[in-house]
């Protein structure tokens, strides 16, 4: 992992580029951010359908932002971790390994498989069928054999007296994905179904139905919807390697080449050896996979500095959460009252009142579990919905608490009897946990501004406003 990073600094420092070429837009702690880099960060972020756009020297202040904060994740280590070393190198590889497969490697696999479905046909064309089927196990009675008989021979009558065969699948066949389509069954090939049942088929002419006849799985009456050759390759070769890409064979061509690397090399590498060689290779060659390659890598580390440091903290500070709202509470003020509560059904409308008086005293964050203990030990008698609501969306808390006169009760199936408990609060929360997620929110992002003056502190950073002009316009 050290080589990488040393690899990646190496590269983004842009030693063998021609400093003219690309000047260098910032230091942070004596690194160089060459202005290639900005640019690409600050177009990928500032691209058409982004809403909230910035301006090239807002975007520098929260690119240093970013820049410190990836400074603090290596100065604490984080790379090292073995978590983020392997998500690292599953993200890294994903970008990596296909390249290293050429591309006369993939059409010449293409190629083949193509060869290998002209081979399968045996020389004969592709059919198209639609069947009506009836199922007949093969421990199936004498008795229940007959019966099968008896109606697949009934159906086929219906068709010769000129039934729609399409209808009749639909009515009648016990092959319920191909009955929906009115019995059409995919184009097949030798050796792709039934030998009964390829038989019979190939026997036919288009629009021409078969008499019913018995496979290893029942009876069938088969309609002949079309036949072709197969399209020539240039026609399937797009189709053909997408299936080839689903099935992973460009990994596994990937695999054999580093393999193949591995083997021959003197001395003896690893496979991640080899891909850590090839990942500065080419980034090297190609700038953008370079930048792209660097975003995940210093991603992932500002993301586990943010968790450890910021994110986590902050959720679990109950003191500093309500500290925040109490200091902040004017801004969650809303314009029309939400209810805070508990909205139940019950089976028997004696459990109404008795709902309420079990919960007299108990803490809201209790209510649950007591009617569960109470009332749903054995079945379920109270069905039950706590949490906070704004008006509208719920009809029976605006018709019960909220007191609209134009909303109307809406119980549930079984469960005629509706009730609310709890606490209409008019100008605003009353706690933070009324909001907690936008409370949380907010404080995470209040300790990250404060994380980053500290940075700020801590490491040196420049600006060089002359480059910076430069960017996107050079």
Known sequence: ???????????????GVNAQDDPIVMH?????????????????????????????????????????????????????????????????????????????????????????????????????PAH??????????????????????????????GADFA??????????GSAARGGLLPWIGPNQTLKEFEDVAYSL??????????????????????????????????????????????????????????????????????????????CAQDEELKYLVKEYHDGLLLFEECSRNIWEPASKDTTGLASYFKANKKKYAWKEPHFRGLVYYCKNQADVKAVKKCLKGVPEDK???????????????????????????????????????????????DYPYVAVVGKVLKKGPEKWTDISNQVVTDYQRQREDEYVAKLRKRYTFEIHEDVLKTVNNH
């Not at 992992?1 to 030693?15: E, H, P, Q, R």
């Not at 079945?379 to 608490?401: C, I, Q």
């Open 205 to 282: 002419e288009v629009n021409q139905v078969s008499e019913p006849f018995l496979s290893t799985v029942g009876y069938h009456i088969i309609k002949l919807m079309g036949k072709k050759p197969l399209e020539s390759y240039d026609e399937l070769k797009a189709n053909i390697r997408n299936y080839l890409e689903r099935q992973g064979l460009e990994n596994q061509l990937a695999t054999q080449i580093l393999d193949s690397i591995a083997q021959h090399s003197s001395p003896q590498k690893t496979v991640e050896e080899i891909l850590d060689e090839e990942t500065e290779r080419l």
């Open 132 to 161: 009506i089927f009836l199922r007949v196990p093969q421990t199936a009675t004498e008795e229940a054999q007959a019966e099968a008989k008896t109606r697949i021979d009934s159906i086929y009558q219906e068709i010769k007296n």
């Open 367 to 413: 209510w649950t579990t007591k009617i569960r203990e109470q009332f749903n030990k054995d079945s379920v008698t109270v069905r039950m919905e706590r949490r906070l609501f704004k008006k509208g969306e719920n009809a029976n808390v605006d018709a019960l608490a909220l007191k609209d006169k134009s909303a109307k009760l809406n119980p549930v199936k």
């Open 1 to 15: 992992m050290k080589k990488i990073l040393c690899s990646f600094l190496f590269l983004v420092a842009g030693v």
């Open 167 to 176: 209808e009749l699948a639909q009515k009648v066949s016990q092959d319920p």
């Open 28 to 128: 942070v702690n004596g690194q160089p951010v060459p202005r290639s880099e900005f640019e690409y960060n600050y177009n990928k972020n500032n691209s058409d359908g982004v809403l909230d756009k910035k301006s090239i020297e807002e975007y520098a202040q929260l690119f240093v932002n970013y820049k410190l904060k990836v400074l603090a994740a290596l100065d604490n280590h984080l790379d090292t971790l073995s978590s983020y070393q392997k998500e690292f190198r599953q993200y890294r590889d994903q970008q990596i390994r296909p390249l290293l497969v050429p591309q006369n490697a993939m059409e010449e696999e293409c190629q083949k498989y193509y060869n290998q479905m002209l081979a399968s046909l045996q020389g004969k064309e592709l059919l198209q």
